[in-house]
Structures are given as C-alpha cells and as structure tokens.
C-alpha cells in the first residue's frame, strides 16, 4: 500500500443542467479550475445512464447501459457518485464510479462513462489539493493507475 497527502487548497461547487454529460462535465469543472489533484462527490439524477464493469480476466471493461422504458422508472437517482481526479501526462483524468436506483429500488452502478445524462439536475462538490496526482499506464492491466 502506498499513500500521499495534500493540503486542501479550496471547495468547488457546481451544477449541472438538464441534458449535460455528467462525466464530460465533471472534467470541463476541473479543467476550469486547473484540477492537478481532486476529490469529488455527485447527487442528483439522470435519464439515461452508462457505467462499466472492469473485468480483469480480460483486462477490459464492460460497459453497461440504462434507458427508459415503458416498464421502467422515467430517470435514475444518483445515490453516490464518488472519485478522483489526477493527470496523465497533461490530461486530466478523472476516476469515478456511481451508484443509482429507479423507482422501485432497483440498484445499479459501476465506473462512471460517458454517456449519464442529467435531467434533472446534478450538483458537484469538488476538494481540490495543493498538490500533483498523476496516473500511469499499467501496460499488463491495460488500467491507468495512481503513481503514488
């Protein structure tokens, strides 16, 4: 195990609107505020969802898909959106995984793709640290992973 700490530079707060690609947004957020080192957490809702599933047998992800139905709820809650943000070289990279549920009390989530579109409303709660957290290709997991 391996760790690093960072002082708290400041607390960003944003929303995101009807239609906005959670995960797209999440990154534009950071990279208006010259994220180099990130925390965040999401709550609010979607009407259409993609998440993965990292299978390390293949070394790939799967990525799973949710949209309304006749039978189905009309949008998902977010019940947790957690993750990181850091640099691969110079992109911003940001690690998320997301937990939603329907109507019914239907649980779904995975890693956090691009695809989750709002509606009607998230809100963002981002740490930004003082510091510098970068990811490293890991060429036998195929994964980018934290160089710590």
């Known amino acids: ?27 534009q957020v950071a990279i208006q505020h010259d994220v180099k080192a990130g925390m965040f957490t999401v709550i609010g809702a979607v009407d259409q969802a993609h998440y993965g599933f990292y299978d390390p047998r293949k070394k790939s992800y799967t990525t799973l898909k949710w949209k309304p139905n006749t039978d189905s709820s009309p949008a998902l809650e977010i019940l947790s959106c957690v993750g990181n943000i850091a ?4 992109e911003v990279v940001v690690h998320a995984h997301i937990t939603l549920s329907g109507e019914k009390g239907e649980i779904m989530g995975g890693h956090l793709l691009e695809g989750c579109r709002v ?28 160089s710590i």
């Open 1 to 27: 195990m391996r760790s690093c700490s960072f002082p708290l530079k400041e607390i960003v707060v944003a929303r995101f609107e009807v239609g906005e690609d959670l995960l797209l947004g999440i990154q």
């Open 87 to 90: 640099r691969l070289d110079e």
């Open 119 to 146: 509606n009607p409303t998230a809100e963002l709660t981002l740490l930004i640290g003082e510091g510098v957290l970068t990811r490293k290709r890991n060429e036998s997991l195929n994964l980018a992973l934290l």
